[in-house]
């Protein structure tokens, strides 16, 4: 395993600011990374050992990202992913083994909206974080989220400098006429995963475009990672 840090810990870097040994996250190398994902198992997901997608206040979440760290280790919880909207201060804040530096964002791809989750990124990437959201309204509101300006293709190249890999958050909910006409494109931008293990709760205000059924096809047909969470808005893990 590579391990490398998004921040300087030399002595003097330590000694200038003492408070950035708290903020130090480990990361693994691009390739490890993928490894570790693909070694998650569909019951990781389903039996709530691993969540790859929570909001927290940090976006429009009503989770304390702090709070959120613990009730996955009382529950016993392999990995987790904090993934606000549009931002990744949280991850300034909150460092554990447990937690993978995430986010997701908004993003248009031709005539479809959709949400792009990102992991394993150095949170302290300057050019990932110059796409991130400029006031508390863009890791909030959809109707301002709605109109992001984001590049597909450099969103994901920027994750992609910034160490992490792009996943497809809740495809059902993309309106595209053929999801896996859809799926194709964005492999050939970089996609390297798709969120198969989603709950699709009707109350969400999400409406399903198409049937989950198809999702684990087009996940092993273009040898997508395979990805879950639960899109938790709430306070409490299950
Ligand atoms: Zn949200
Ligand atoms: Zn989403």
Redesign the pocket.
């Known amino acids: 395993m590579t391990y490398t840090t998004g921040i300087c810990v030399c002595l003097l870097c330590i000694s200038l600011n003492p408070q950035k040994i708290f903020l130090k996250h480990f990361y693994l190398s691009y390739n490890d990374f993928i490894t570790n994902m693909r070694n998650f198992t569909k019951e990781d997901f389903t039996n709530n050992k691993v969540n790859l ?1 929570i909001h927290t206040t940090f976006s429009d979440g009503k989770a304390d990202a702090f709070d959120i760290v613990k009730q996955a280790k009382d529950k016993g919880y392999k990995k987790i992913a904090i993934c606000d ?1 549009n931002t990744m201060e949280a991850h300034k804040v909150v460092k554990d083994n447990i937690l993978i530096p995430a986010v ?1 964002f908004d993003v248009w791809c031709g005539y479809v909206f959709l ?1 792009l989750l990102a992991y394993n990124v150095d949170v302290n990437n300057e050019e990932l974080q110059a796409v991130c959201a400029k006031s508390k309204k863009e890791t909030e509101l959809d109707i301002i989220r709605f109109f992001s300006k984001r590049d597909i293709k450099k969103l994901i190249q920027a994750i992609h400098n910034a160490g992490g890999i792009a996943v497809l ?2 495809p059902c ?1 993309c309106w595209a006429l053929s999801l896996d006409r859809f799926v194709k494109k964005l492999v050939s931008y970089g996609l390297d995963g798709i969120e198969v293990y989603y709950p699709y709760p009707r109350w969400r205000k999400y409406i399903r475009f198409s049937n989950p059924d198809c999702i684990e096809k087009i996940a092993e047909k273009y040898n997508l990672i395979k990805t879950g969470g639960t ?1 938790l808005h709430g306070k409490f893990l299950n």
């Open positions: 997608h909207h997701e949400h958050a809740h909910c899109d």
